[in-house]
């Protein structure tokens, strides 16, 4: 089934059951969901606010796995960092 919404709102939604993993580990997790700009010299950054049309189950099921993956294998009072990008209007 497609749905579509905002990136961060898939990532925030997908990520809603590792809150206990996380809390549990003391792992902090930080998304970063800006894109930087340089035109002529000039550094700006701004909050991607783009929408993707999906299938929510395959998303789902792809970002579960790589969360568990980073919950399971990181140490204790560690971050995990997931970065979200625009590259040439394309969410890569």
Known sequence: MLKQATIKDYLLETLKPFKFLLNNKHLSL???DSTNHNIRGFQSQEKINAYICT???IYEEILFHLMAN???FSPENSRIEIAVKL???IVA
């Open 70 to 72: 980073a919950c399971k």
């Open 55 to 57: 299938d929510f189950k």
């Open 30 to 32: 930080k998304i970063d």
């Open 87 to 89: 590259k040439y209007e």
